[in-house]
């Protein structure tokens, strides 16, 4: 069986007339995207990465109250222009010395 790597995404949603939203998911909101892909059919997270990652910033806004709780996954869905995990914290470290710039 091969292995899942299983996170709770940083991510950056970017919304229409507003600011872009850099928001960190949780176990919580990772369980509550199971229980309803699974009542409404949706695909695997693997087969639909942006509805799961539309999905999960949506709960995770709810929960730490950046948006009322009464705005629905539907009006959230319909005002989301883009949405992408964010770069890791690391990524600018991991990146090799360009050749040149290297000092003896």
Aim: include cysteine.
């Amino acid at each position: 069986m091969a292995q899942v790597r299983l996170v709770s995404p940083k991510v950056i949603v970017q919304r229409e007339g507003q600011d872009p939203l850099e928001i960190q998911t949780a176990n919580p909101d990772l369980i509550r995207w199971d229980r309803t892909r699974i009542k409404h059919k949706w695909p695997a997270f693997e087969e639909a990465p942006f509805l799961w990652l539309t999905f999960i910033s949506w709960c995770a806004a709810r929960r730490t109250g950046v948006i009322p709780p009464d705005l629905t996954y539907e009006v959230w869905e319909a005002s989301v222009v883009d949405v992408a995990p964010a770069p890791e914290e690391d990524d600018e470290l991991a990146r090799p010395t360009p050749l040149g710039l290297v000092s003896d």
